[in-house]
């Protein structure tokens, strides 16, 4: 009871820290510089500049509802970080617009745009890793995906894009550009931070020299070998088809190791987003310390 007590107080204390570093760069980069930004964020900035209302109370009054729909729709559980998440962003807006804080950039907005995507991004990517939320933009993608069939994603960009071109009110095509920039920055900081800072690459080879593969693999490299059977549909042979999580730098010395056995050995090589085993170890030098 007292390690679940104190695993779900470090996720509450790290949705706070991310909503504080999310609030520090909306209002010191984006409100400030007049950058767009996506999502209800962006809904608010839209609000804040057309008609004078403090980003604090639209984002209060836009999440409300969506949060009372999120709760009918996906149970109350579910929403609890989101709820705080939420809550901790605006009371943060709110408080940062007490403060007097100016950082001069002499106007160049690629650097603001730069330093907006960082900060927004570092601050989502820990609120999203911890289980929370800054916005209910992804309760209104569920619900689109629910009632429409259109798939999350696709529903997120798409709301993402309707915000931005609303932007354009108060805003001129030049700096819709900068927040361009500002978003993709955002975009590849919130994966890195939600991934926990490093990436990890998936292959699945299939070869007539699968032990002789997988025994260089697991000696040269240091990772497992899983085995998985596979069959061909047209010749109807079995074949041992392998799988391994490696690090980028492990994928160059495999793909170089596999041609050396077998140049005909089929390689497919993809992404993963996380691996959750405690015998996997993304950076071969902490493998190494590990087997000293």
């Known amino acids: ?28 980069f984006y409100m400030a510089n007049q ?14 500049n057309l008609f004078g209302i403090n980003p604090t109370y639209s984002g209060y009054l836009i999440n409300f509802p969506l949060i009372l729909l999120g709760a009918y729709l996906f149970g109350k559980r579910a929403m609890v970080y989101t709820v705080y998440g939420i809550a901790s962003l605006y009371l943060y807006v709110w408080i940062f617009q007490q403060i007097p804080f100016f950082v001069d950039l002499n106007q160049d907005y ?20 911890y289980g929370g939320t800054i916005g209910g933009s992804d309760i209104i993608a569920r619900v689109i ?9 696709q529903a997120l960009l798409g709301f993402d894009i ?29 994966n890195m931070v939600q991934n ?11 070869s007539d020299q699968a032990e002789e593969i997988s025994r260089q693999i697991m000696e040269q490299l240091g990772r497992g070998v899983t085995y998985l059977k596979g069959e061909g549909a047209y010749s109807g ?22 041609h ?25 030098s902490k493998y190494r310390k590990r087997i000293r």
């Open 1 to 28: 009871m007292s390690l679940d007590y104190s695993l779900r107080l470090k996720h509450f204390i790290l949705i706070g820290l991310g909503a504080a570093i999310y609030a520090f760069g909306f209002v010191y």
């Open 35 to 48: 950058v767009a930004a996506s999502g209800i964020a962006g809904l608010t900035l839209i609000l804040h």
């Open 110 to 129: 690629l650097v603001v745009s730069l330093i907006a995507g960082s900060i927004g991004g570092l601050g989502s990517g820990l609120v999203f890793r």
């Open 145 to 153: 995906e629910k009632k429409f069939g259109i798939q999350l994603n």
């Open 162 to 190: 309707f915000v931005m071109l609303l932007s354009l009110t108060y805003i001129s095509i030049p700096k819709m550009m900068y927040a361009l920039i500002a978003s993709f920055i955002y975009s590849q900081v919130v």
């Open 196 to 206: 926990g800072g490093y990436s990890v690459r998936g292959m699945m080879i299939i």
């Open 237 to 258: 042979k079995e074949k041992k088809v392998m799988y391994v999580a490696l690090s980028p730098q492990d994928t160059r010395e495999a793909k170089s190791l596999i």
């Open 260 to 284: 050396e056995i077998d140049q005909l050995a089929f390689v497919s090589i993809f992404n993963i987003d996380e691996v959750q085993s405690p015998e996997f170890i993304a950076s071969r």
